[in-house]
């Protein structure tokens, strides 16, 4: 058995350690608008879902010189966005979303992606993508200097007819290949979700 205390170790170790344990990590591919009306798309592999009240939660980092990513500032400003998960299909253009380009270029142009408008939040949807999640900013709570964690109320969902099981009124994970991201020596690695497996229900409380 390898033992790290983490406590010890500066925070590039932590993080390559736990993001190489803690895996797979679902990605959060999320649209918002500044307050000039520019869209911003970004990738974020700290994410997960809250299942009580419908709400998403995910980490944002800040960038070297302190200052907040644009998908953070403009949620602090509207409170609003878009929460999409992608498929395989869709890796090229969410990986090179991730790369850091000027608050005034729009990476869904850059990247050529299409959108359709949203019902209930101003950041427009990735039409291509299987499931958007429209939401609004629900709280904040910092994490620490460079980090902070968003929670978001979901206020809409929308999935591809082509992902959908009609019978049970909900998405069918064998229909799709949701991107996860993974991490390595050499990296950025991303991994799709591959054989799934049905059991009955456990005997344990």
């Keep these: 058995m390898i033992t790290r205390d983490l406590a010890s170790l500066p925070k590039r170790d932590v993080y390559r350690i736990l993001s ?11 649209t918002t608008v500044d307050t000039a009306g520019r869209v911003n798309l970004a990738p974020f ?66 990247l050529g992606l299409a959108t359709e408008p949203s019902q209930r939040v101003a950041p427009p949807r990735l039409k291509d993508a299987p499931v958007a999640l429209e939401c609004r900013l629900n709280r904040e709570l910092e994490l620490g200097p460079a ?37 390595s020596v050499v990296g950025p690695n991303y991994g799709a979700l591959g054989e799934t497996f049905r059991l009955g229900p456990s005997e344990l409380p």
């Design 147 to 183: 980090s902070t964690l968003l929670l978001l109320d979901v206020v809409v969902a929308h999935a591809a007819e082509r992902i959908w099981n009609a019978d049970q009124d909900c998405a069918d994970a064998s229909q799709w290949t949701p991107i996860v991201r993974l991490a």
């Design 20 to 30: 190489s344990l803690v895996i797979p990590r679902p990605i959060a591919w999320i």
């Design 45 to 110: 592999s700290s994410f997960m879902g809250i299942f009580g009240p419908p709400m998403v939660a995910f980490t944002a980092g800040r960038r070297r010189d302190g200052s907040l990513k644009d998908t953070h500032g403009n949620l602090k400003a509207n409170g609003q966005a878009v929460v999409h998960l992608a498929d395989l299909p869709l890796l090229a253009p969410l990986h090179a979303s991730g790369a850091e380009v000027e608050p005034d270029i729009s990476e869904v142009e850059r």
